[in-house]
């Protein structure tokens, strides 16, 4: 006996119409994963942005407060003497410091880095090393003193003195940091002028 046509066409319309079916709630399930993703990585992402600004927000932040460079003597060793200031909102933990005095030429035409931190050898040593507000570092000496070259390129102008070097410390959240620092005296009616940062070398971290 042979199969109506009419019944042939109704079952192969009826599998099209499944297959078509199938392929739709295929492709609607494969949207609907790519907007669920979007969606939580687009969260995730907010999420870290508000948390990574609100830690640099409350985390420390240390500057240099140098004290003023005293008189220009020859045969005298520069020196040094002056702060760290915490301007963050939470306390700084104390790493160690390097700093450095240099004359040289003006205007600077390098740039005075300084080494990595070293957390195994700090040059600050005390009990507690957390701090908020302004500390005293300890003063800093430069090996040579002045001589008469020295003090002659600087009354002409021609040469500056300069305070840089690392400041090491780590914020209340276990993450390390550093600030380096330059600032520069120069000879001004007589005297040296208050502290100048230098044009590079200033970035904190």
């Known amino acids: 006996m042979s199969e109506n046509p009419s019944n042939s066409r109704d079952s192969a319309k009826e599998k099209t119409a499944r297959y078509r079916l199938r392929v739709a709630v295929f492709w609607i399930g494969i949207v609907v ?9 687009v969260t995730t992402w907010q999420d870290y942005m508000v948390k990574d600004a609100a830690r640099n927000q409350l985390r420390a932040h ?15 060793r520069p020196r040094l003497r002056g702060s ?3 301007i963050g909102r ?9 700093a450095h005095i240099l004359v040289a030429e003006y205007p600077l035409t390098r740039t005075l880095t300084d080494e ?13 090393k957390w701090f908020v507000g302004e500390i005293p ?7 040579e003193p002045f001589n008469h070259s020295e003090i002659e390129a600087i009354q002409k102008g021609q040469a500056a003195v300069y305070f840089y070097g690392r400041i090491c410390y780590a914020d209340i959240f276990g993450e390390s940091h550093h600030t380096d620092f330059c600032l520069y005296w ?9 502290a100048l940062f230098c044009a590079q070398g200033n ?3």
């Open 33 to 41: 994963a790519v907007i669920a993703a979007f969606t939580t990585g």
């Open 62 to 76: 240390i500057v240099v407060k140098p004290e003023q460079l005293p008189t220009l003597e020859e045969g005298k």
């Open 84 to 86: 760290y200031y915490n």
């Open 90 to 98: 939470t306390p700084a933990y104390d790493q160690g410091s390097r």
């Open 116 to 128: 990595e931190c070293d957390k195994e050898q700090t040059t600050l040593k005390r009990k507690n």
């Open 137 to 143: 570092h300890p003063e800093t000496v430069r090996d």
């Open 186 to 194: 120069r000879w001004d009616g007589g005297r040296f002028t208050p």
């Open 203 to 205: 970035i904190v971290d």
